[in-house]
């Protein structure tokens, strides 16, 4: 979202201020969808937007699932940009199914028609409404450059907003600082307390314009999300009127007997290595090369058609087209075996039977560190849990056939063994 959409969105007022979403917190496998899906039909004077992390759950499964609510899907023909349809469903108070990735770009004319037809939102999959800034022109130490020098100030009673306090008359538009000053003026940068690290909110409008917001996800307590809208002062209620397919026992209880937790003598040569963000940043080649081994060796558990893994993304894509991926797998390419850790709500590996998970995850430290300066912390270990779950949901355990699970670090291992043992209380 650019800042001349963020400042649409802030500078207009809404007839609802919604502070509560209800979350349908349940595991994969219990049928959340099917109940949701049932609900909705049975419910059919309201008006809906269905948020998804894929386009194929929106456009093939809500569409047709729900054909009596006479969903749409924005697409472009006949119109410029989704954007642009989506609009012209909402002005006519369309039920309405899209990504995530349109719903965080949606301007001030599309939460008009949001708040004006009386919405109810339904957001399948927990959305990043708190993200890390990225953005090259700026760094922390700019910030703090200008903080010496009486050109921003850190609101810390407001979350720690950066906000400008360069005079106008003394200020040259169109230099090197008119983007940030712009963020700054949308509210839209964030700074630790310590000075260190800066986050970029999304604009609470989105959930507070809607009649009624209902998230579906699992472990959601405690999640980035759920931390985010208490700091933004929003309550959280259990979603109760849909009715589910299995509880977590049930799905847990098939579990146990379908997961095969399997090493080799190279995946324990790895087992003292950090496997984190960071630890592959700044691995050796000879400790690269070790990991390597590991996931081939794993790998040949399966054909390349049953194996799915996982590590960092840039070491088997890189970003940059001209160099070369640091992991090779042989017989076992990327594009036909990798599936990124943070995955969710798809079920296009559902035929993966050898699992890999390489990777020892943590949650963005920029994030964590930033909501634990303003006294609401991520755990580490329950951040790792949900998204280690989510990975593993997408093979085709989620059709009860059984899967080989391979752990590279002990701490994931550690985490999901406890999770299945009932003791996921315990993680820190």
């Known amino acids: 979202m650019n800042t001349e959409e963020m400042d649409e969105i802030t500078e207009h007022k809404y007839k609802h201020s919604n502070k509560r979403i209800e979350v349908l917190d349940a595991i994969m496998g219990s049928g959340k969808t099917k109940g949701i899906i049932r609900w909705m039909n049975e419910n059919p004077n309201k008006k809906y937007l269905y948020v998804s992390p894929l386009l194929t759950e929106v456009e093939d499964r809500i569409v047709n699932e729900c054909a009596s609510l006479g969903f749409v899907s924005p697409n472009t023909e006949g119109h410029n940009t989704k954007s642009d349809h989506l609009l012209e469903l909402l002005s006519n108070g369309h039920n309405v199914a899209f990504t ?10 599309h939460l008009k028609y949001i708040d004006d037809w009386d919405y109810t939102l339904i957001i399948d999959e927990e959305i990043d409404f708190i993200n890390a800034y990225t953005g090259r022109d700026y760094k922390s130490t700019d910030i703090l450059t200008l903080e010496k020098s009486g050109h921003v ?5 407001n979350l720690g907003r950066v906000v400008w306090t360069w005079e106008e008359d003394k200020f040259i538009k169109d230099s090197a600082y008119t983007r940030l000053k712009n963020m700054c003026d949308l509210e839209m940068l964030h700074c630790s307390k310590r000075r260190e690290m800066m986050v970029t ?9 809607a009649e009624r917001v209902i998230v579906m996800t699992y472990l ?9 809208m208490q700091m933004k002062g929003i309550q959280t209620e259990p979603f109760t009127e849909a009715t589910l397919e299995k509880t ?20 324990k040569k790895v087992s003292r290595l950090a496997l984190s963000s960071n630890w592959y940043d700044n691995a050796k080649s000879e400790e690269l090369k070790r990991v390597q081994s590991a996931l081939r060796s794993a790998c040949n558990k399966g054909h390349r058609d049953d194996v799915m893994y996982t590590l960092k993304k840039e070491l088997v894509e890189p970003s940059n087209k001209k160099s070369k991926p640091k992991i090779r797998v042989n017989g076992y390419h990327p594009k036909d075996c990798f599936v990124s850790c ?19 995850r943590y949650p963005s430290l920029t994030v964590s560190s930033y909501l634990t300066d303003y006294g609401f912390p991520i755990k580490d ?48």
């Not at 847990?252 to 190279?266: G, Q």
Request: with cysteine; glycine share 4%; charged share 30%.
């Open 100 to 109: 995530h990735n349109l719903f965080t770009e949606m301007k001030r004319d």
């Open 153 to 157: 100030r850190l609101d810390e009673e």
């Open 201 to 209: 909110h999304l604009p609470i409008s989105l959930i507070t314009v």
């Open 220 to 228: 959601f307590k405690g999640s980035v999300m759920d931390r985010f």
């Open 248 to 267: 977590e026992a049930d799905v847990k209880s098939s579990a146990e007997n379908l997961i095969t937790i399997f090493k080799t003598p190279s995946t």
């Open 342 to 360: 943070a995955i969710k709500a798809t079920n296009d590996y559902d035929t993966k039977s050898v699992l890999i998970h390489g990777f020892n």
């Open 381 to 428: 270990d329950e951040f790792a849990l949900s998204e280690c779950i989510q990975w593993i949901w997408r093979s085709r355990i989620r059709k009860g056939k059984s899967i080989q699970l391979c752990f590279l670090s002990p701490r994931m291992e550690r985490i999901f063994r406890a999770w299945m043992d009932g003791q996921e209380d315990s993680l820190g």
